[in-house]
DNA sequence: CTCCTTATTCGACGTTCGTAGTACATCGAA
DNA sequence: TTCGATGTACTACGAACGTCGAATAAGGAG
């Protein structure tokens, strides 16, 4: 099937739902470490913007483990589909982990 | 080959060469993150001690992904191999990223 | 010494993962 | 309408992963 567009929406799960070692899981990921970095200092980025060297379908692939994971959000607008950081849901649930983590992340 | 006991010393990263994307990888595992959070309540215990549903050689892979993670030390003592957090490391290297991940893998 | 406990290495198995190529659908601009 | 840019779905493949059983080795108790 194609890009759904309007008839599939994007699956989030809810603040409630997110899982602990699902998101350890997505961010114990070269790439998708980085998105979740770039995410972290802008705040809506779109898909085809981030600095990594995969291939597209290899983006979309990591883009779904992060949204399943609950860390990341996106919406649709046109042709793109921007992504942002769950912070809010993220800290939340988890406090602090996320900003441990990224702070974690720039470690030499 | 079997247990090399004393001729070949068990692998541990140094300090500074734990990687955050392995501590993560090693976390995001059900069964080691219950290891995790055991050898936090008890400072050091012996392999076959934790309450997990595994065979013995799972669990041999589990402590040595831990391992060489940098997550754990293990330290062997006759018959028995002792397992401890490397908390001290840890929170030099990553402050505080261990202990809010146990704290967010107590969350409901 | 013999036997049991502890924990390992090895090999095997299914599953999941990261990656890419191809085809395709959508949007916007020329 | 045509064309390029964007991003996805599907498929496939090799590598890594989680799991286990069998064989093995070392230490401790009798």
Same mark, same amino acid.
């Given at each position: 099937?194609p890009?759904? $567009?309007? $008839?599939? @929406?994007? /699956?989030?799960?809810?603040?409630d739902? &997110?899982?602990?070692?699902?998101?350890?899981?997505?961010?114990?990921?070269?790439?998708?470490?980085? &998105? /979740?970095?770039?995410? !972290? !200092?802008? @705040?809506?980025?779109a898909?085809?913007?981030?600095?990594?060297?995969?291939?597209?379908?290899?983006?979309?692939?990591?883009?779904?483990?992060?949204?399943? !994971?609950? /860390?990341?959000?996106?919406?649709e607008?046109?042709?793109?589909?921007? $992504? $942002?950081?769950?912070?809010?849901?993220?800290?939340?649930?988890? @406090?602090g982990?996320?900003?441990? &983590?990224?702070? !974690?992340?720039t470690? @030499?």
């Amino acid at each position: 099937m194609p890009r759904p $567009s309007r $008839s599939a @929406p994007l /699956v989030h799960p809810e603040r409630d739902q &997110i899982d602990l070692l699902d998101v350890l899981h997505a961010l114990s990921d070269s790439t998708r470490m980085t &998105i /979740v970095q770039t995410l !972290a !200092a802008n @705040p809506e980025q779109a898909c085809g913007t981030f600095p990594v060297q995969v291939a597209p379908s290899t983006l979309t692939h990591h883009f779904r483990v992060l949204r399943e !994971a609950g /860390v990341i959000r996106q919406r649709e607008e046109g042709n793109r589909r921007w $992504s $942002s950081l769950r912070t809010d849901d993220l800290n939340d649930r988890y @406090p602090g982990l996320l900003d441990r &983590i990224l702070q !974690a992340s720039t470690a @030499p």
